[in-house]
């Protein structure tokens, strides 16, 4: 084994670290270590002169490993990494320890305690050093293909920016159309433009796009493969109607005898058991909802396949199990809107008049339930007094903590529009204001002197008169430490926050990605990897990751759009080598280590042995834990080294 030259770097970070450490009292501790042939500091070893002075060191010195005193190495052991390459060393051969997250922010009040926990950190990251062995980065072949899951404005933002790119793009969506919930609004805050003029020309550029294969009513039911080679299987339900064939004339919906609640208006309308979801909707045809029908033969029905001149109904269609071959996936599965009778104070779902915005959304559009005219459920009369409650089902430690982050101004928006159209009297109550983008408080300032009262409280209860149907709002007004009661309230409006979709835990789940506490999706890394998931290859855009508006929720899908296309264009990628090793001559084939692997990497080869597939496996170390033969060994992460680091900490403290 080659004779072990050790150079080891501290950085001051600033202040961060040098502000509470005594580096130089770390330096003399560390120059007496065996094997360790140089101790340098810096101010800042990942600026270009740091990275300079690691790189003269390494020729100069002949150093074989190298330990870094640094900052996490979420932040930059790619950046050290590639320093080593250029200095033609093997990336690999390098160990950081981390001075700040696990140190000196956390013991800042204790410098003494820090210098002795640095020595310790830094001690350790030799002792693991003297063992570590050059690696070899595996390539594999990417797929020039993309699978967009889900089809809002986040999908399909990411579709077009990759089938503009010249890349095949497969956009799956579990309704009859795509659109998402942008699709239900009526206007834009805070230009207040049309939300449909804005999208559904996008709608239409997907459909008729040659490089993207549109699946509605689809499911994602597996996933398997690795980065650049993905193998997606989707269950597609049958719509009955030839999307080909159908001309939209609407003939077929109106000879159906069935009226059932319109998912698209919020079940403030009625639709038929055929039925086009809206007048734009892509694919532009009709859906046989086959719950609902009251029969596919002419005994029973069969009206529509009647009427039906362009004989696009058929109901002896069926499901579709397909196997699609990607490159990368990105995940944009939206978000719900809260359901607000879980808080059951306001009287959602028992008190008619009581309503949240999306049901407004739906009776301020003119192509709506209510023609564009905001009714009060209960008569259908037009309100004159309005209540708004912010946060329902937000930041609230009952339901959600989180901030949903468009509640406040898409209320803003809705009762500008309302005392515009209709000069009516209206309160909102809010606990904070966050008007937070572009254009966003000038807006809401207007909407101000346009006569809307912004009350600063809480609502605590709604209750209803239950002969006129009127509202009683008892809340507070915390500006003027006073309670508030407003009686004769003709509509209540919830402002409902954003919940993940049933649907992202389930993907999570086929994907191998991590939730965060909240439901939603987790990113790689919340400020440099925003759009990367902890699965190469698999991206997540919109609402899907979190609580976002319009604007931002395409920017990240251009974002995961321009992510894929990276890789994409590669044609073939480096896979990090963390990735377990079997020893056949060790191994029984008794398959524990395939039972137990949460990315399913390991196989049984032709010689009865397991196998790992090093581009789907991540390192976790499961395998080599359970192997009873001890025949898998983690590599970059062995059992000696982690003992080598153990027993260097305790030798230490003796």
């Excluded at 402002?495 to 939603?520: K, R």
């Excluded at 290859?537 to 931002?552: E, L, R, W, Y």
């Excluded at 029984?588 to 196989?603: D, E, L, T």
Aim: glycine letters at 8%; charged letters at 25%.
């Amino acid at each position: 084994m080659p004779e072990n030259r050790i150079g080891v770097f501290l950085c001051h970070c600033g202040s961060n670290i040098a502000g509470v450490v005594d580096i130089q009292r770390v330096m003399e501790a560390i120059r007496a270590l065996p094997d360790v042939i140089l101790v340098e500091d810096y101010k800042y070893m990942c600026s270009k002169p740091g990275q300079q002075l690691l790189k003269d060191a390494i020729k100069k010195h002949n150093l074989t490993k190298i330990v870094i005193g640094s900052c996490s190495p979420r932040m930059h052991e790619n950046t050290f990494r590639q320093a080593l390459r250029e200095a033609g060393h093997n990336p690999y051969l390098l160990e950081i320890a981390n001075l700040r997250e696990h140190d000196s922010w956390i013991h800042s009040d204790d410098p003494e305690a820090a210098t002795e926990k640095a020595v310790d950190l830094v001690r350790m990251a030799v002792a693991r050093a003297r063992l570590l062995e050059p690696l070899e980065e595996p390539e594999v072949d990417i797929k020039k293909t993309s699978l967009v899951i889900g089809g809002g404005i986040a999908g399909i933002s990411a579709a077009l920016d990759l089938a503009n790119a010249g890349f095949k793009v497969y956009l799956v969506e579990k309704e009859a159309t795509i659109g998402g919930k942008m699709a239900r609004h009526d206007k834009t805050f805070p230009t207040l433009d049309c939300a449909s003029c804005i999208l559904t020309p996008k709608m239409a550029e997907v459909g008729a796009h040659p490089n993207i294969t549109l699946l509605t009513l689809a499911d994602i039911e597996a996933v398997e493969g690795y980065v650049g080679n993905f193998k997606v299987t989707v269950r597609q339900k049958p719509r009955y109607v030839d999307t080909e064939k159908c001309t939209s004339c609407g003939d077929c919906a109106e000879v159906c005898p069935v009226d059932v609640p319109s998912e698209f208006d919020a079940n403030l309308a009625y639709r038929r058991a055929i039925y086009i979801p809206f007048a734009q909707a892509v694919p532009s045809a009709y859906v046989l909802d086959m719950d609902n029908c009251l029969g596919v033969d002419a005994v029973r029905c069969g009206k529509c396949k009647t009427a039906c001149e362009a004989g696009a109904i058929d109901y002896d269609d069926h499901e579709r199990v397909l196997t699609l071959e990607v490159g990368t996936i990105i995940v944009a599965t939206g978000f719900e809107v809260f359901d607000a009778t879980q808080k059951p104070e306001y009287g959602y779902g028992e008190y008619p008049n009581v309503v949240n915005i999306m049901e407004i959304e739906r009776m301020l559009s003119s192509a709506g339930p209510t023609g564009g005219h905001v009714v009060r459920p209960s008569d259908l009369k037009e309100p004159k007094r309005i209540v708004y409650i912010q946060c329902v089902g937000s930041r609230d430690e009952r339901t959600n903590r989180y901030c949903s982050r468009i509640c406040c101004m898409t209320s803003i928006k809705q009762a500008r529009m309302l005392r515009e159209k209709t000069g009516a009297d209206i309160w909102l109550f809010y606990i904070d204001l966050r008007t937070f983008g572009k254009g966003y408080e000038e807006f809401y300032e207007a909407t101000a002197e346009a006569g809307v009262t912004f009350v600063r409280g809480r609502v605590g209860e709604i209750l209803q008169d239950d002969e006129t149907k009127d509202l009683i709002v008892r809340g507070e007004d915390t500006l003027l430490g006073r309670p508030v009661v407003l009686e004769d309230i003709d509509l209540v409006v919830l402002a409902t926050g954003m919940v993940p979709t049933a649907s992202t835990s389930h993907v999570a789940h086929l994907l191998n990605l991590s939730l965060s506490p909240d439901g939603f999706l987790m990113e790689a890394h919340p400020k440099l990897r925003p759009v990367d998931s902890f699965n190469d290859g698999i991206f997540v855009a919109g609402t899907a990751q979190g609580p976002k508006d319009i604007p931002d929720t395409v920017a990240q899908a251009k974002a995961a759009a321009a992510g894929a296309m990276a890789l994409m264009g590669k044609g073939r990628i480096k896979v990090e080598p963390y990735y377990s090793v079997v020893d056949e001559d060790k191994c029984a084939g008794c398959r524990v280590c395939i039972s137990v692997c949460p990315y399913n990497a390991i196989f049984v080869n032709e010689r009865g042995a397991s196998e790992v597939n090093p581009a789907l496996c991540k390192g976790c170390g499961t395998c080599t834990a359970t192997c009873p033969s001890g025949a898998i060994r983690s590599q970059h992460y062995t059992d000696g080294q982690i003992a080598a680091m153990i027993h260097e900490y305790l030798s230490a403290q003796q």
